[in-house]
């Protein structure tokens, strides 16, 4: 049974020689105690309820706390791995500019080395070509001397002509 409180304002007791009747304020005693006590019971059960979700309610705040500081630190971790990478890319990209230009110095040193070797051959060559037309000039007077060896000797001016056509 369930009483409210328009129920207990708007209760009548019916009078009696004394005051009240004891019957009925007995019967409403006893309906307000079993009221009381179911209310006292709901209550101590409420209040467990809420004990029990306060406990889970800081229980949870207690893990996003955990998780907000582990979704910081991995945030961190990730920026601090984001900056090394950045890091260590610039780095191996300086170190191939480097190798690079090391390489491309090499290169133009070597063709520098290519250009004198050439130079030097060629005035090899036009020492080789002077001297041995002293030499044949040398040989060709020494054969103007002797008439027979005349022929040979333009058949050699033949073959030097022949040589120079051919560089």
């Known amino acids: 049974m369930s009483l409210s409180k328009i129920d207990l304002l708007n209760k009548k007791f019916s009078k ?20 009381l006590g179911t209310t006292a019971d709901e209550k101590k059960q409420l209040m467990k309820k809420v004990g029990r979700r306060e406990s889970t309610i800081t229980e949870f705040r207690q893990r996003e706390e955990t998780l907000r500081d582990t979704l910081m630190t991995t945030q961190k971790m990730v920026d601090d791995l984001k900056a090394a990478a950045r890091k260590e890319a610039e780095v191996i990209i300086n170190e191939a500019h480097s190798r690079a230009e090391v390489i491309l110095q090499q290169a133009h040193n070597r063709l520098a080395q290519i250009h004198e070797d050439i130079n030097e051959l060629k005035r090899q060559r036009t020492r080789f070509e002077v001297e041995l037309k002293a030499l044949l000039e040398s040989h060709l007077r020494t054969l103007e001397i002797s008439s027979p060896e005349l022929e040979k000797v333009e058949a050699i001016e033949s073959k030097l002509k022949f040589f120079k056509k051919a560089k």
């Open 16 to 35: 009696s020689l004394f005051g009240y009747s004891k019957s009925e304020v007995d019967q409403l005693m006893i309906e307000l105690a079993d009221v």
